[in-house]
């Protein structure tokens, strides 16, 4: 095979491969936008209510897994008369919230949701999307409460039993 025809034949093959790299990227991108749209309006929906909802906001938007510690937070209560919970709420990282406060939604490189609070504070989201694009249905499946990474599902599990 004469070399012209080597190089043109290369030259597809990486078209090809760079054409099929971007298709790959495109839903990654579609569930990051995704996520922090569900982040948001989590947050929107806790503003409106003044964190009155019940069952509380953050179980609404999360996954089976994490509603069900937190089920066994509300068992543990009814049980032993006295809360296993972190002590605070994790949506705001303060046992008083300022539901007016600015926020900021973003994503890091790990793939969470961070929302950088107005008292310089962070709450990140693990949230996780199921199906494809344009139906794919995102749901929180853990807190990370802290820089060390502590995780609330975790917390819940292993104190509210």
């Known amino acids: ?3 012209p025809k080597l190089l043109t034949l290369l030259a597809m093959g990486f078209m090809t491969i760079n054409a099929a790299t971007a298709d790959v990227t495109k839903p990654s991108q579609t569930h990051r936008a995704m996520k922090i749209t569900t982040i948001t309006k989590m947050y929107e929906q806790d503003v409106s209510n003044e964190g009155m909802d019940y069952p509380v906001v953050l179980e609404q938007y999360s996954n089976q897994d994490l509603q069900t510690a937190m089920k066994l937070e509300r068992d543990y209560f009814d049980r032993e008369q006295m809360s296993c919970h972190i002590g605070y709420d ?3 990282n303060s046992q008083d919230p300022d539901y007016e ?3 900021q939604f973003s994503m890091t490189e790990q793939g969470l949701v961070k929302v950088s609070l107005a008292h310089d504070s962070n709450v990140y989201y693990d949230v996780a999307c199921d199906g494809n694009r344009e139906s ?3 749901k ?3 807190v990370i409460l ?3 990474g502590a995780s609330l599902k975790n917390y ?3 104190t509210c039993r």
């Open 1 to 3: 095979m004469p070399i």
């Open 136 to 138: 794919a249905e995102c």
């Open 146 to 148: 802290d820089e060390d």
């Open 140 to 142: 929180v499946a853990d």
């Open 156 to 158: 819940l599990l292993e």
């Open 90 to 92: 994790v949506l705001w």
């Open 101 to 103: 406060q600015d926020k």
